[in-house]
């Protein structure tokens, strides 16, 4: 009895240690871009305090990303700004992969190139509802993938 209790609670230690380590989502472009603006809903985000956007396969590197607190209803949306380590927040990011930061690394004998952008809010984001805003301009295909 003692052994089955001492699994029991390892395993369950063992899951909690590694059973959140990515959360998120991917959506393709082409099927938002049509509208001006999309707006997309992160659940049970409250008090993460770094959100990673992946956008290396955009068509065109003008998109804007605001990134709001939505109350449960999902209707209002309040923009929330963070770091980028420099001494002023931040209150909107272009998703421009020519600019932001590109990393390389050998990947099963090949070359991956990524463009990420890492959101910090110093004290968590506030609110269990996070939405983020994606002004698309001339972004017509590709992905965006979101995680926390």
């Known amino acids: 009895m003692k052994k089955l209790i ?10 909690s240690a590694h059973g959140q380590r990515f959360s998120g989502n991917i ?13 997309f809903f992160l659940s049970g985000t ?5 959100i ?5 396969n955009f068509s ?3 998109a804007v990303l605001t990134v709001g607190a939505a109350m449960s209803d999902k209707q209002s949306q309040n923009n929330i700004s963070w770091s ?19 990393s390389v690394r050998v990947q099963n004998g090949g070359r991956y190139k990524w463009a990420r952008a890492a959101l910090y809010f110093p004290n ?20 965006v993938k979101f995680g926390y």
Do not use: R
Request: net charge negative; charged share 15%.
């Open 52 to 56: 990673f956007v992946d956008f290396t």
């Open 60 to 62: 065109a590197n003008d």
């Open 84 to 102: 980028d380590g420099s001494a002023t927040p931040v209150a909107s990011l272009i998703l421009n992969a020519t600019t932001l930061k590109k």
């Open 6 to 15: 001492f699994v029991f609670f390892a395993m369950l230690i063992f899951m």
């Open 46 to 50: 409250k008090g993460v305090k770094t």
């Open 124 to 143: 968590g984001l506030p609110t269990d509802n996070t939405a983020i805003t994606i002004v698309w301009n001339a972004v017509a295909t590709g992905t």
């Open 27 to 39: 959506y393709d472009v082409a099927l938002y871009q049509a509208n001006d603006s999309t707006t």
